[in-house]
């Protein structure tokens, strides 16, 4: 091989540096480009920083699998925008994540958090006082032990002018204070006129001036000495020694900002539009290399909280990621929707690497749009992108999908968190399923009516209806005294204007307006279940181990310790909900394990939920 690398061939299969996007679109369809792209399907090492950077790779695939007309026809319709819009990916060093991984942050994110943390004032001043005070200190208290200042020899018998020496080491001594408090102001102990430090320096300075102390502050004196003395020790014993190679190794810890710092040029090199598949290396130990990059000690563990900020990037399955507390909320949980829904549609393809190709185009993120063919609902309309619909015969029904994905995300909610109901995004995000989904009703998303006419959203009324045909004659129904006939005449009628007049007398704030009012919005997530109703009758929810576990999940949200009003209340109406889609032998038991429960509460606890558990037993005591 040529040893001038200016002269070195290229590598077959890899484009020559500097191609337009026109020319690495024809590159990649010569005998070596293809073979390149089916190198990086099977490896999965490829980056795509937009969807349309997924074109080629599905040309490759769709050549591989013996479909030559169908990746010719590809060509063909993306071939006029090859001049302005690359649809080659990026080579990368690590493997797309498995195509059944989510994130709740990615890299950049972390990154961004890291470099926000700044130094942390009361951590500085603690420094600053163990470092620069501490010894000034200890200076000072043995200058004055020296002088005869202590309990025993009575600091107001020898608080005279002193040698010539003794003068002179004082003055050295402010001269040094002096210095010390122009240099170093994080620390304000020192300026506390009523401090012991500071009471010896003001009696230092009466000696350094030559004046004899006043009755009042040699006093001041004694007692100051005597309380460091009993407090610290003696400087130089054996005690004081101890405490301060304490406070010493506790002063050499570097500071959390520093740490993160390192840990930020760990994550420098990683592509800041994903998340992490094993995070071990990024949150480990300072290693010797680093430490004589940066001056940080080798072996110095990275903190608690920066590992937390790095680990929240790790990319893994979602069963994974809730067992470790990685998606500590149903609101996080709506945050990763859009992963899931990508996961969930990449796993109805037949081969492994059109999964991964599939979920990697799914998680692509872009600064500008196409409107050729892109649009804001990714996940809605990313199955009409050219190259998608030209691998689309390889994937499962789209329908069927979608709904399967549906009560995947409605299972995760409800199992994870059975005490939240489901956050606004995660409504979001399968009402944009149900149409794929082609189901018949919409989901009703928050705000639940118009603020200008007071009206019920539509979509409202339909999840009413969906409510009462699942909970008439449950527990449900009788617990919060619904008159089911009555919904469902404001159903049959499309009485909007009714249904919020309902919702205002059940709350007891007849006239009040349904959006913008805590407790009629209540209401109306009551009668509507906050559409749990509408993804078991529509979708077919049904969690994991049946409703009998979410049942528990909901009381415990609703007595634990981190409870509020707010989300005890959300969490009780969870409870009726799953209990009523409990049979007669699952409802016994789970009542059975409540009673036992609230035997246990903290007084405060039991008596907060006395009135709604008795209402409880006596809904569900009711044949």
């Given at each position: 091989?040529?040893?001038n ?7 077959p299969?890899l484009?020559?540096p500097?191609l337009?996007t ?12 293809l ?20 074109a ?7 050549v ?25 990916p ?48 200890d ?27 003794d003068a002179?080491?004082g ?36 000696r ?10 040699a006093?001041?004196l ?150 050729l ?19 689309a ?15 995947m ?12 109901g489901l ?8 009402s944009?399923?149900?149409r794929?989904?082609e189901?018949?009703?919409?989901f009703?998303?928050?705000p ?43 159903v ?55 409703w ?26 969870q ?18 394990w ?8 903290p ?21």
């Open positions: 091989m040529d040893r690398t200016g002269n070195r061939p290229p590598t299969g484009p020559a500097g337009s026109a020319g690495l679109f024809d590159h990649y369809l010569t005998d070596g480009g073979a390149r792209l089916w190198s990086l399907l099977d490896s999965g090492r490829y980056d795509l920083r937009a969807p349309e950077e997924a080629l790779l599905c040309v490759a695939w769709l591989r699998a013996g479909e030559t007309g169908a990746a010719a026809a590809l060509v063909e319709e993306v071939r006029p925008f090859a001049g302005e819009v690359r649809f080659a990026h080579p990368a060093d690590r493997p797309q994540p498995g195509a059944d991984a989510v994130h709740v942050r990615t890299v950049g994110e972390v990154s961004g958090a890291l470099a926000r943390r700044a130094p942390r004032p009361g951590i500085e001043a603690q420094h600053e006082a163990l470092t620069v005070w501490r010894p000034f200190e200076a000072l208290l043995d200058h004055w032990l020296r002088a005869g200042a202590d309990a025993e020899e009575g600091a107001g018998q020898s608080s005279g002018r002193g040698t010539g020496s002179g080491e003055a050295a001594l402010l001269a040094r204070y002096r210095r010390l408090a122009a240099a170093h102001t994080r620390c304000t102990e020192h300026l506390d006129p009523k401090s012991n430090p500071a009471v010896l320096r003001r009696a230092l300075q009466e350094v001036a030559g004046r004899e102390l006043s009755p009042r502050l006093g001041l004694r007692r100051a000495v005597a309380s460091m003395v009993a407090k610290r020790g003696r400087p130089g014993s054996a005690e004081h020694a101890r405490l301060r190679r304490t406070q010493a190794l506790q002063a050499e810890q570097p500071a959390h900002h520093d740490l993160a710092a390192l840990v930020l040029r760990r994550l420098a090199p990683l592509d800041a539009s994903r998340g992490l598949e094993d995070v071990g290396p990024l949150i480990g130990p300072v290693t010797a290399e680093e430490a004589a990059e940066c001056g940080l000690p080798a072996g110095t563990v990275v903190p608690a909280s920066v590992r937390a900020a790095v680990t929240a990037a790790r990319s893994a399955p979602l069963d994974t990621l809730l067992e470790h507390g990685l998606v500590p909320s149903a609101e996080v949980l709506g945050e990763v929707a859009e992963q899931l829904i990508a996961t969930h549609t990449a796993r109805g393809y037949a081969d492994a690497s059109l999964r991964t190709l599939i979920a990697a185009t799914y998680r692509a993120r872009r600064d500008r749009r196409y409107p063919w892109w649009n804001p609902e990714h996940h809605a309309r990313i199955s009409d992108l050219p190259w998608v619909r030209a691998v015969p390889w994937a499962a029904d789209p329908v069927e999908e979608a709904r399967s994905t549906l009560r995300l409605g299972e995760a909610c409800v199992r994870a968190f059975p005490g939240a956050p606004n995004l995660h409504v979001k995000a399968l944009g399923l149900a794929l989904a189901l018949p009703v919409p009703a998303a928050e639940l009516a118009d603020a200008r006419s007071a009206m019920a959203a539509p979509a409202v009324l339909t999840a009413a209806q969906t409510a009462a045909g699942l909970l008439r004659g449950t527990v449900y129904e009788r617990y919060h005294g619904i008159d089911y006939a009555v919904v469902q005449e404001l049959d009628t499309g009485d909007r204007y009714g249904f919020a007049r309902l919702c205002a007398e059940r709350a007891g704030r007849p006239g009040h307006p349904l959006a913008g009012d805590a407790a009629v919005m209540e209401q109306a997530r009551i009668l509507t279940t906050s559409n749990l109703a509408t993804l078991v009758v529509h979708a077919g929810l049904t969690p994991r181990g049946g009998e576990g979410p049942a528990r999940g909901a009381f415990a949200a609703a007595t634990g310790p981190a409870a509020t009003a707010k989300s005890a209340a959300r969490a009780w109406r409870l009726l909900f799953h209990l009523a889609l409990c049979d007669a032998d699952e409802q016994a038991r789970v009542l059975g409540i009673d036992e429960r609230a035997a246990r509460l007084a405060r606890a039991a008596a907060r939920i006395a009135l709604p558990l008795a209402d409880l037993r006596l809904a569900a005591a009711v044949p």
